[in-house]
Structure formats: C-alpha cells, structure tokens
C-alpha cells in the first residue's frame, strides 16, 4: 500500500524560526513578530489542519509537544522517524543539534495504545557522531509498492546512509542531487519532499531542480517505468511548497492530495485538473509554519504504516 489513513502529528508548543535549520533551508523568512505570537499563529493554523483532515475521515493521532527541551521544529516528525508496514520503525540522524531533542520514545507507547504493532526499531542516530544525516521522508520518498526510495542529496542526506537505509528496508535507491538558485548560486535543496511528491498512480515533481540532465532522465524513467504520471512545477511554485504534498486516505477509501493553500494557489488551472484526475484536493492556510519553518503540509504529517495489533 502506498498510502495510509493513518497520521501522527505533533502539536507545536514553542515554535518559530529555528536558527540552528536556517543556515541551509533557505525555504525560511522571518517574521516581524514575537515567537509567542508566532506560535500562537501556527498553533491556530496546526488545529485547522488536523480538522480538515479529520472531516475528510483521516486518522489523526495528534501528540502534544512539551516545553522542554527546546524543540522549535518538533511540528515536522516525519524528519526523524518513519513507520513501516512489517512493523518496524526508523528512526534518524538529525543535522540540527536541537532538533535531535524531537525524538521521543513516548511516541512509540503512544502508537502502541492506538492499537498499532511495533516489532522492530532500527536506529541511524550514532551518524550523528560521524555528522553524517539522513533526515527521514524528508530526505527520502519511498514508493513502497514498486520498492523504490528516492533520495536528493544534501548536507541533511547522506550517501551511504541512504544506501544503508535501503538495503534495511529493502527498497532499490534513486540518486540525484537537486538545487534551487540561492542569490545567485545554485545550492541543494534540503530535502527531497519539497522538489517531490510522490502519490500512488502520479508524481509532482520540479525536473528544473535537477540539473545534471542524466540524473534527471534516470529519475523521469523510473517514475513513468512504474506508471505514474508526471506533473511538472516550476522552480517559483516549488518555494511556494507545491512540491510538499502527500496524498492519503480518507473515509471510504476516499484520496486526497493534501497541501498548503500557498501550494494550491500556485498551481495552474491545468496542474490543478491532473491532480483532481487522480483524487480530490485538500489544502489549508500554513502560512506562518511555512515562512518561519521552511516547511509545510507534507512536513507535519508521519505516515503510519504499521500492523494493527
């Protein structure tokens, strides 16, 4: 299965701009506000989006942040764990300092009394000590249907992680370096789920992002080998997050492609309709997560894939 009804998310309680992440996302601004304000706003748009998901029949494990430690980005989980449906569950190496602080072993006991099986944990973090990384599905997509993993390498993806990551789960590696221009230079995206977006029967995805031409026809045919569709976005709609999207399950077995608004309101008239060929949209205002945070819709959401119990 490919995608899932079931999401964990985690409830922002001291959020802003995290200054330890900005030195390489260069997705992130700042905002002429008091971080409390900043956090009240994106604790405002993190309950909207939990609703309109809820509404559309999604499984929404929700889990409160804590105040300590400090833990400015602990709104976007999918960075430091995935959860597989054989029951085993990754957990990663983070490149900011603060934001190894997220992981959290009471989220695995959290799964647990929701009804969900855990067999196994493997652990990437001792790369921490070597400062090699491998930020989750955030560096990596996962078609897990055709047993595939992409991965744009960055400071945040590391190589011979992500082969060691593959090997584990058993998935064939796809690797490609993908930049956006920064003043001037062109610099690697941070991670591959916002040049990326990978749903069951298409794929949006920035080709522009990828400039050495042979890596990016390898990419392309191993997406259109597999028989997804190809929806192209710009750079410019990229750094509106209109590669961040996840597609999931709602009641009656209902799809939906799950984005910000900002994402939504730069996609054309034509990308919107084949989208909408394949499953209906969903969006919601991410404003200040995505400003402050560099992330957004597909950021917040971990997908869980794990056996009920």
């Not at 969903?282 to 404003?287: E, N």
Request: charged share 25%; aromatic share 8%; proline share 3%.
């Amino acid at each position: 299965m490919q995608i899932t009804n079931t999401i964990l998310m985690i409830r922002p309680v001291s959020f802003r701009m995290n200054e330890q992440t900005a030195v390489n996302n260069y997705f992130m601004e700042d905002i002429d506000m008091k971080n409390q304000e900043i956090n009240q706003k994106a604790q405002e748009e993190f309950d909207a989006f939990v609703s309109a998901l809820k509404d559309k029949g999604v499984n929404v494990i929700v889990v409160q942040d804590t105040n300590e430690p400090d833990t400015p980005d602990s709104v976007f989980p999918n960075n430091w764990i995935s959860f597989h449906s054989n029951g085993t569950v990754g957990v990663y190496p983070m490149f900011a300092e603060n934001r190894r602080n997220e992981r959290r072993e009471d989220i695995f006991e959290i799964l647990e009394q929701s009804g969900f099986k855990i067999n196994d944990v493997i652990d990437y973090t001792s790369a921490e000590e070597e400062e090699l990384f491998l930020e989750g599905t955030g560096s990596i997509l996962i078609d897990r249907v055709n047993k595939k993993a992409y991965c744009a390498l960055s400071e945040r993806a590391d190589e011979d992680l992500f082969i060691e990551f593959c090997e584990d789960f058993d998935f064939f590696p796809v690797i490609f370096t993908a930049n956006q221009s920064v003043d001037g230079k062109r610099l690697p995206i941070y991670h591959t789920n916002v040049m990326m977006a990978l749903a069951e029967n298409f794929v949006v995805i920035c080709t522009d992002s990828i400039d050495d031409k042979k890596e990016r026809k390898n990419v392309l045919d191993h997406l259109k080998k597999d028989g997804k569709e190809v929806i192209v976005i710009t750079e410019q709609q990229m750094h509106h997050f209109a590669g961040n999207m996840l597609q999931v399950l709602g009641s009656e077995d209902k799809r939906y492609m799950v984005m910000s608004s900002a994402a939504y309101d730069s996609l054309r008239p034509e990308q919107i309709a084949q989208i909408e060929n394949h499953c209906a949209i969903l969006h919601s205002s991410l404003h200040t997560i995505e400003t402050c945070g560099g992330g957004s819709a597909r950021c917040m959401m971990a997908e869980v894939f794990l056996p009920k119990k």
